[in-house]
């Protein structure tokens, strides 16, 4: 058989916890093939992989090449380390769902977050979106060395609904605060995130020294935005959490609970 590609003489790790062998892996038409002794067989091109590991791509399940991208489409150096998948929005903080004057105080909520210059987030994107569905298509325009998939930050979707007083503690979202944010993650999920994020984390602060939106929100919140994933098409979603178990085990454990109910991967 004729293939498009043959690693031959590699040392092949499969990600299945399976001992590691040596042997060939056949490509063809963009799939894996054939893997083993490939024998005399044809291709287009061929890898020797003698002395090498030969593995499937990793997927990095927690990123925040979020802005990186916009510079970056290469996304180093995750990429030169065999990462093929990155989840970004992680931690609660990202760039979508947003309005437009609400761009720049995400660019600095994730500068105090994660320590990125805003200045460098706000001119390395294109910032031609409004809705997640938008972002990820802005995303994908930047044609990333890596596949990108995204989770919708409780950050920007509380900000969002919510305004200023989404970090104030003991605030909670009025009933029709409630339902615009219950919206927000359903129309997110809809357009292609694979989840939600949100932190819990005492060390996560805005600018003015509060802490991110979501840190206060209490399960009457959360319980509504995990339906919300599920309502959005997300059954088995992530509803993943950035958590402060050392001071609110109690919450957070409900938390975990609630979401398993649901149907959400927590």
Wanted: aromatic share 6%.
């Amino acid at each position: 058989m004729n293939y498009d590609v043959v690693i031959t003489g590699g040392t092949l790790v499969d990600g299945t916890g399976s001992d590691a062998v040596k042997g060939d892996v056949a490509i063809k038409d963009g799939r894996i093939a054939k893997v083993g002794d490939i024998g005399e067989a044809s291709a287009a091109r061929t890898i020797d992989a003698t002395g090498q590991t030969v593995t499937p791509g990793f997927v990095d399940l927690h990123t925040h090449l979020d802005a990186q991208v916009g510079w970056d489409p290469e996304l180093t150096s995750s990429s030169y380390h065999g990462v093929t998948t990155a989840l970004i929005g992680n931690c609660g903080v990202g760039f979508a769902p947003v309005s437009e004057e609400n761009r720049q105080y995400m660019a600095k909520l994730m500068e105090s977050v994660e320590d990125i210059a805003a200045e460098a987030i706000l001119d390395g994107l294109p910032w031609n979106w409004s809705s997640y569905g938008e972002y990820l298509d802005s995303v994908q325009s930047l044609k990333p060395a890596l596949n990108i998939v995204g989770l919708a930050g409780h950050s920007a979707i509380r900000f969002e609904a919510m305004g200023d007083k989404s970090m104030d503690e003991g605030v909670q979202a009025t009933p029709s605060e409630l339902e615009h944010i219950k919206r927000l993650v359903k129309e997110s999920v809809e357009e292609g995130a694979v989840g939600f994020s949100t932190s819990r984390f005492l060390g996560h602060h805005v600018p003015d020294g509060r802490l991110t939106p979501g840190t206060w929100a209490d399960l009457n919140e959360t319980r509504a935005i995990q339906q919300a994933i599920i309502d959005g098409g997300g059954t088995g979603g992530l509803f993943q959490v950035a958590p402060d178990m050392a001071s609110r085990r109690e919450i957070e454990f409900e938390m975990f609970k609630t979401g398993a109910e649901l149907g959400c991967h927590v």
